[in-house]
């Protein structure tokens, strides 16, 4: 980590975001407990080295069907904002950038062909599944503004940390992700169509299907396989 000076006022977030990080998400972060003591400045470097160890370590999930994305990977970059916020290590915003830019190449998923849309357009959002609705006994393919949201704070993080810097790659890597973000906002999370009570946002397994069918479901997304059945 680099050197410099850490007062007792930075100890408090940094302890919170490890130890919250510490109890939730996943069995390798709940093996370990981690603690910042502030009176010793060795003790809270170590304890960050440990953090960055378990990131680079981390088995990446390949979708957001069960949420991997949007309730884990995503609060590990966060908690990568908090150690940058304050110690402006280049090595803990490289590994933002690289968690951010991962979650950017996820959105939908185009290996299984599963694509949230509405009006034949493509959502770009991060599909999960949902038992509560079934269509055919297979859960439901959806997404929400929650699990939106989690997965765009740590990229508008990294963003934010990426314009504050003198250089100038750091600065069009950050108009990127805004760029990014604003689609997911524009598309989904402040899209005219939630508003618009004369369309109409329903499941989708196959367009001939889904007209034979006529169900509905109280999803407000359009899932549809391009060339396999649900």
């Not at 050197?3 to 490890?18: D, E």
């Not at 150690?83 to 968690?99: C, H, K, P, S, T």
């Not at 185009?110 to 694509?115: F, G, N």
């Not at 999960?128 to 997965?151: C, G, Q, S, Y």
Request: aromatic share 16%.
């Amino acid at each position: 980590m680099t050197k410099c000076s850490r007062s007792a006022k930075y100890c408090a977030p940094l302890t919170i975001t490890l130890l919250f990080f510490a109890f939730i998400s996943s069995p390798n972060l709940a093996s370990s407990n981690y603690y910042l003591k502030s009176e010793h400045s060795i003790s809270i470097e170590k304890e960050i080295e440990q953090y960055l160890d378990l990131f680079d370590s981390l088995v990446l999930p390949e979708n957001n069907y069960t949420r991997g994305l949007s309730w884990n990977y995503s609060e590990y970059i966060l908690g990568l904002g908090y150690i940058y916020e304050y110690f402006n290590d280049q090595d803990v915003l490289a590994r933002m950038v690289r968690g951010s830019d991962y979650l950017i190449s996820r959105r939908n998923d185009y290996y299984d062909k599963l694509i949230l849309y509405v009006d034949d357009q493509m959502l770009p959002v991060w599909p999960a599944f949902e038992d509560r609705w079934k269509l055919n006994n297979k859960a439901v393919p959806f997404t929400n503004h929650l699990m939106t949201a989690n997965i765009m704070q740590p990229i508008a993080m990294t963003a934010l940390f990426l314009s504050q810097s003198g250089n100038r790659a750091h600065q069009e890597k950050a108009r990127y992700y805004i760029r990014q973000l604003e689609q997911t906002l524009d598309k989904f999370s402040f899209s005219e169509l939630w508003f618009d009570k004369q369309k109409i946002f329903s499941y989708m397994q196959t367009r001939q299907n889904f007209l034979k069918s006529k169900k509905f479901l109280p999803i407000k997304l359009v899932n549809q396989y391009r060339s396999t059945e649900f």
